[in-house]
């Protein structure tokens, strides 16, 4: 590191030479001013760890001096001691103090007390230094750890992807047909098992998104009683197979609120699937709403087996597993309860668990009640008129160089009916784009040769303007910013889900009636 440096200020060129051979050593380096002015032009050029000012100085005098120093931001947290050989009263002690001083030394100067306090501020100085370059350190190494991890989860997804829709191709085909339970056990222990391990690569990919920087909001304004009633319909499937019955208590008929949508319904599905895991069959779960205030209050009551009160305070840390047990043998993550938290702070918003050992627990969430200004682009009218589907078929294009994951995507854009052309990399369509006239393209962003940004970027330079939408394994802020910037209309996560393309469709059939 660069030597520390420390600014002497005072009028007198003689006590400058007599404080400076006092504190001068190899691991310093001593800048001196003959007056205010002088220091503050100074304290524009370098970097101090401590200043040593006279009081007592024509034009500017060192309380003047320092309450202009204090007063700048990156001068402000620097320690200020104050030398003097006349200014001795207790009034002007304190109003060195008050200024800003860390300490108040009287001339003439005891060289032993002198050099022992400067060496301590240099010390502290340097700590401060080092320990900044160590969190720089590691600020660089939990960016590429968080880099590395979203690539392995890229490259994981994909085949998890493959195997988990086949398994439930093969149970939803075969499972009415097949005559041996033991076959149709191990299809749903592949298929388990492969949502287990998308959701452990999923919540890694969240925890890496959220400790990459703050999250982003993208709020709304939601009917909360349509968001709920939604939500409860959602997981009664799940709740179901433990004949487990979730009961909506929602007192808010005709709230609107503005939050993130897509992630406070990650919290909720999170509480609600661990109400689930921890519950035994026939028991009731209560969803419960109410607005109090600007609050809106919203609580997820089991009755299951509860938690030990001791373990209650570690519940959000990662990877915190308590002592109860699934009662059907689910497994869990451990991570779910962190990105809960984190979701709930981004809102602003408190969450609090109260739990008894052989009754139940009660999650608490505590969100303030936000509203936006309506927007045009908000708007999902089109002048009253009603939208019909049409018979007409769009030209898709698809293109994934790998090949398993183009066979899975045509199985799914097979479903939603149109012209399907699957296409190996950027370079197949850009020499076919002319014979094709696709009106919706899907590309996957990472391919070798030319990317899924470059492709739309030269789609767009070729003048054609029609929806282009990124597909990848992984989708951040930096997925989100370089899309946007190749001329790409919205990027998803793989594989492609039947309604998300749906609805791209149905917008896109909307806007050509409109």
Do not use: W
Request: aromatic fraction near 6%; charge should be negative.
């Amino acid at each position: 590191m660069d030597k520390a440096k420390i600014l002497i200020v005072d009028d007198l060129v003689e006590n400058l030479y007599s404080l400076e051979q006092i504190i001068e050593k190899e691991d310093r380096e001593i800048i001196s001013a003959t007056s205010g002015n002088e220091a503050l032009k100074l304290a524009r050029k370098h970097e101090f760890a401590l200043v040593i000012t006279d009081v007592q100085m024509p034009e500017m005098n060192g309380f003047e001096f320092v309450e202009i120093f204090r007063s700048r931001k990156t001068t402000q947290n620097v320690p200020v001691i104050f030398a003097t050989a006349i200014n001795k009263e207790k009034e002007y002690v304190i109003k060195g103090y008050s200024e800003g001083a860390v300490d108040y030394l009287y001339k003439p100067l005891d060289p032993d007390i002198v050099s022992a306090k400067v060496d301590i501020f240099v010390t502290l100085y340097n700590q401060k230094r080092a320990l900044e370059q160590q969190y720089q350190e590691l600020c660089a190494l939990n960016q590429l750890k968080n880099k590395f991890l979203g690539i392995a989860a890229h490259d994981i997804r994909n085949p998890l992807a493959i195997i988990e829709f086949y398994s439930k191709s093969l149970l939803k085909e075969l499972g009415p047909i097949l005559n041996d339970p033991t076959k149709i056990q191990e299809l749903e222990n592949i298929f388990i098992s492969t949502k287990f391990a998308q959701n452990l690569v999923n919540d890694f990919l969240d925890i890496s998104k959220m400790e990459s920087g703050n999250i982003e909001l993208e709020e709304e304004m939601v009917n909360v009683h349509h968001f709920l009633e939604s939500n409860i319909l959602f997981n009664q499937v799940f709740a179901s197979k433990k004949n487990i019955n979730l009961i909506g208590e929602i007192e808010v008929d005709g709230l609107e609120a503005a939050f993130d949508k897509n992630k406070m319904n990650q919290v909720l599905n999170n509480l609600i699937t661990n109400a689930i895991k921890f519950s035994h069959q026939d028991t009731t779960i209560h969803l419960k709403a109410q607005k109090k205030g600007d609050y809106l209050l919203l609580s997820i009551e089991d009755e299951g087996q509860g938690i030990p009160e001791k373990e209650i305070t570690h519940l959000f840390d990662p990877f915190a597993k308590t002592s109860v047990k699934s009662t059907a043998g689910e497994k869990s993550t451990g991570l779910g309860l962190m990105i809960v938290k984190k979701i709930v702070d981004a809102h602003m918003a408190e969450i609090t668990v109260t739990s008894k050992v052989g009754t139940g627990s009660c999650f608490n969430i505590k969100l303030p009640i936000k509203t936006l200004e309506p927007t045009e682009a908000a708007s999902t009218k089109t002048n009253g008129q009603e939208i019909h589907a049409t018979d007409e078929k769009l030209n898709i294009v698809v293109v994934d160089d790998d090949i398993l994951m183009r066979t899975l995507s045509e199985v799914v854009f097979s479903k939603i009916g149109g012209n399907i052309t699957m296409l190996e990399d950027g370079e197949a369509l850009l020499d076919q784009v002319d014979s094709i006239g696709p009106d919706l393209i899907f590309t996957d962003i990472n391919m070798p040769g030319i990317s899924g940004y470059d492709l739309a970027k030269q789609i767009r330079d070729k003048g054609i303007d029609i929806p282009i939408f990124g597909l990848t394994g992984l989708v951040n802020d930096e997925v989100q910013a370089l899309s946007k910037k190749s001329g790409i209309d919205g990027v998803y996560e793989k594989p492609p889900v039947e309604n998300l393309l749906k609805h791209l469709i149905s917008q896109i059939y909307e806007e050509r009636l409109a």
